[in-house]
């Protein structure tokens, strides 16, 4: 019954590795974004997707690369994972103007 | 480019104090502003959407009002109890459906 899921809820990695975190949402909404909450708790947007097509992409590096394969799914892939890219990563989705967060991945790089 | 504030950063209040959060905007060209609560180690929540035509919203012990034109919203809550204890985030909506977030109270409610 969740609306919207992500997985995994944590992620501990070395830093150079590849990772990816999963995204699904089943509220039927149009639009999906993923945010990162950084330690002092600010909220910063990534990307946002409309029915699979990147509409927002903003100042993130190329290591992180969204993949939308339907209208229900973003999932995030990053690259050579580094110190910096520890924070806890969140998924959401919207139709119109009201936001649904997933529960988070708190991603460790060692 | 939008830039969301919160002010105070962290607030203490014993049980059954009413309280105010606050939430400015630089940019008064919004769609429409939203309450959040994120407990520890857990999503977001929302509490309360004020579309931009809208003065203020309200559930239960909840009131949000928005003056858009002075770029500030505040979240009025009644009788506190603790477990309201958690962060409190507004997130502006502009168009493009961007969405920008404040930097979030911390509330602790003290029994």
């Given at each position: 019954?969740?609306?919207?899921?992500?997985?995994?809820?944590?992620?501990?990695?070395?830093?150079?590795?590849?990772?990816?975190?999963?995204?699904?949402?089943?509220?039927?909404?149009?639009?999906?974004?993923?945010?990162?909450?950084?330690?002092?708790?600010?909220?910063?947007?990534?990307?946002?997707?409309?029915?699979?097509?990147?509409?927002?992409?903003?100042?993130?590096?190329?290591?992180?690369?969204?993949?939308?394969?339907?209208?229900?799914?973003?999932?995030?892939?990053?690259?050579?994972?580094?110190?910096?890219?520890?924070?806890?990563?969140?998924?959401?989705?919207?139709?119109?103007?009201?936001?649904?967060?997933?529960?988070?991945?708190?991603?460790?790089?060692? | 480019?939008?830039?969301?504030?919160?002010?105070?950063?962290?607030?203490?209040?014993?049980?059954?104090?009413?309280?105010?959060?606050?939430?400015?905007?630089?940019?008064?060209?919004?769609?429409?502003?939203?309450?959040?609560?994120?407990?520890?180690?857990?999503?977001?929540?929302?509490l309360l959407?004020i579309?931009?035509?809208q003065?203020e919203q309200t559930s239960g012990r909840l009131n949000a009002s928005?003056?858009?034109?002075?770029?500030?919203?505040?979240?009025y809550?009644a009788?506190?109890?603790?477990?309201?204890?958690?962060?409190?985030?507004?997130?502006?909506?502009?168009?493009?459906?961007?969405?920008?977030?404040?930097?979030?109270?911390?509330?602790?409610?003290?029994?």
């Open positions: 019954d969740t609306a919207v899921s992500q997985t995994p809820k944590y992620l501990v990695t070395q830093m150079g590795n590849d990772k990816s975190i999963k995204c699904e949402q089943n509220l039927g909404h149009d639009t999906m974004y993923w945010y990162k909450q950084d330690s002092k708790k600010f909220l910063k947007i990534m990307f946002s997707y409309n029915n699979k097509e990147l509409i927002i992409n903003e100042t993130v590096p190329n290591r992180f690369s969204p993949k939308s394969p339907d209208k229900a799914h973003l999932n995030l892939h990053i690259n050579s994972l580094e110190l910096g890219d520890s924070a806890v990563y969140f998924c959401a989705s919207s139709h119109g103007e009201k936001l649904f967060f997933g529960s988070g991945t708190q991603l460790s790089v060692l | 480019k939008q830039e969301v504030t919160q002010i105070p950063a962290a607030l203490s209040v014993p049980e059954g104090e009413n309280l105010v959060l606050n939430c400015s905007f630089t940019d008064s060209a919004i769609y429409n502003l939203q309450w959040f609560r994120q407990d520890p180690g857990k999503g977001l929540t929302s959407l579309q931009s035509s003065r928005l003056d858009k034109s002075s770029g500030r919203s505040t979240l809550i009788a506190s109890q603790p477990g309201d204890s958690a962060t409190y985030l507004c997130a502006v909506g502009s168009n493009g459906n961007q969405f920008y977030f404040g930097t979030g109270t911390s509330l602790t409610v003290i029994p």
